[in-house]
């Protein structure tokens, strides 16, 4: 399928989707009086719906609920960059948001607002001097994807097909300012202390700024790909540096389709098997031997295929989360099988990982024991079997329904307080990306360490 846009395409995008932004704001000023113009049309929607209830007319929360997410996502679309970003790491853990936001936020993951010609060409001119048009034999000036730091042209230069992503002006900017507008809500409606939660707001902005670094990418992407070149069923963009800028990273075009798409398709079982094989080995790859990965699993950074039996293509780099080696380690010994009987060993990676803590009171030791132990005998289920049925979607449920239970749990909501490393950030949301689409896939995998240094992990 060499024509097919990379990414695949899109689901059908709604009129407001569609229609080109002419400017972003991006100040943080117009940033914060978008945002504040936001929360008064929230505002304002809830008041209507208790008027209408308080007069015994219809108002239903599914209602006031899609309503206040089209607002909310209209606003992010418009805004971009990180927070735009959070939308789509809402999106992957569909249990946290009611149905309607869910719905509406899973548009980040493959199409927003894309922007208008001159703002692109503008681009190319800050660049290179010239237009898209004279650097490229052919152009789309209509971007085929639009997310949230950038959006994907298609373009040919020597009958070759390429991707070309070009960076939201002021994105990199945006974000600091984002993430402190932001805090103050967050530390209010969660009740944390700001030195409390510093560090992981620092991991969250550093990984943010790294994705408006193209050249980080463009580099990343070259290293990862050219050291997972012998592992099967996987395909990696080859990078372009003389068409590639600070804002703009060109790569060949890959083919394939996005999941949803690609299972319309009805994929054999055998088809799906390999692809969640490919992505599994592909992750415990990185983790294990690499110490970086690819931290960024939604369904719009694959593309996937039935050729050679099932093939996966890698997009996007920009997340890359390095892992430092001591909590590699610690990280990995909690997957072992039989750590849940070594209650020792047990609680000394937990210290050590900072999660437990040396002036803890015995109930509060124990209650952060009883939840770690509860979620590892169903977290770490992958990793305790040879092969594991991800088709089986009675255990995304109830990793699901376990999540629930410990929001919902008054002893660990009256602690108040973050626990554990914050390298633990990117890695938790790596393996919540990865089992979503694995369950998607419906794949049977060998959960065996892949790869020719897997033994020296």
Same mark, same amino acid.
């Given at each position: ?323 430092? $080696? @001591?909590?590699? #380690?610690?990280?990995? *010994? &909690? ?5 849940? %009987?070594? !209650?020792? /060993? ?46 089986? $979607? @009675?255990?995304? #449920?109830?990793?699901? *329904? &376990? ?5 919902? %749990?008054? !002893?660990? /909501? ?44």
């Amino acid at each position: 399928m060499p024509d097919e846009p990379q990414g695949g395409p899109a689901p059908e995008p709604t009129p407001e989707a569609t229609s080109p932004l002419v400017s972003l704001p991006t100040t943080k000023v117009a940033r914060a009086a978008r945002f504040a113009k936001t929360g008064l049309k929230v505002g304002a929607n809830y008041v209507k719906h208790y008027a209408r209830r308080s007069v015994g007319a219809e108002s239903s929360s599914a209602d006031l609920h899609a309503a206040n997410a089209a607002e909310l996502y209209g606003a992010l679309s418009e805004m971009k960059g990180s927070v735009l970003k959070v939308a789509q790491m809402l999106a992957m853990e569909k249990n946290l948001l009611p149905p309607a936001y869910a719905e509406q936020f899973a548009q980040a993951q493959y199409q927003t607002p894309p922007l208008s010609g001159p703002l692109v060409v503008k681009a190319f001119r800050d660049a290179f001097g010239k237009s898209p048009f004279e650097l490229f034999d052919e152009f789309e000036p209509q971007a085929r994807q639009a997310a949230s730091i950038g959006q994907v042209h298609r373009a040919r230069r020597n009958g070759l097909p390429l991707a070309v992503k070009v960076q939201y002006p002021g994105v990199a900017d945006s974000i600091r300012s984002d993430i402190r507008m932001v805090k103050p809500v967050a530390l209010r409606v969660l009740g944390l202390d700001e030195a409390q939660v510093r560090p992981y707001l620092e991991e969250v902005e550093t990984r943010l700024l790294e994705e408006t670094d193209y050249a980080l990418e463009l580099r990343r992407g070259q290293e990862i790909a050219a050291r997972c070149r012998h592992m099967p069923h996987l395909q990696f963009p080859h990078y372009h540096a003389e068409l590639s800028a600070a804002r703009i990273l060109t790569m060949d075009w890959l083919p394939g389709l996005h999941l949803k798409e690609f299972l319309a398709t009805a994929p054999s079982q055998a088809v799906r098997n390999q692809l969640g094989q490919a992505l599994w080995d592909f992750y415990t790859y990185q983790i294990h031997t690499l110490r970086q990965v690819h931290a960024d699993p939604h369904p719009g950074n694959f593309l996937l295929q039935a050729t050679d039996g099932g093939t996966v293509g890698v997009l996007d780099f920009g997340c890359v989360k390095e892992i430092p $080696a @001591a909590f590699q #380690q610690r990280f990995l *010994a &909690l997957l072992v099988p039989g750590i849940l %009987d070594d !209650e020792a /060993r047990l609680e000394k990676l937990l210290t050590e990982l900072e999660v437990l803590r040396s002036a803890d009171a015995p109930a509060q030791r124990n209650l952060y024991l009883r939840t770690i132990k509860a979620s590892l005998a169903l977290v770490a289920q992958p990793f305790w079997q040879a092969t594991f049925d991800f088709g089986d $979607a @009675a255990y995304l #449920q109830q990793l699901y *329904a &376990l999540g629930d239970e410990l929001m919902q %749990d008054p !002893e660990l /909501r009256r602690q108040r307080e973050p626990r554990g490393s914050r390298h633990f950030i990117y890695l938790n949301r790596t393996y919540v990306g990865l089992y979503a689409l694995l369950t998607e896939l419906g794949a049977q995998v060998d959960t065996g360490i892949p790869g020719p240094q897997a033994a020296q992990a």
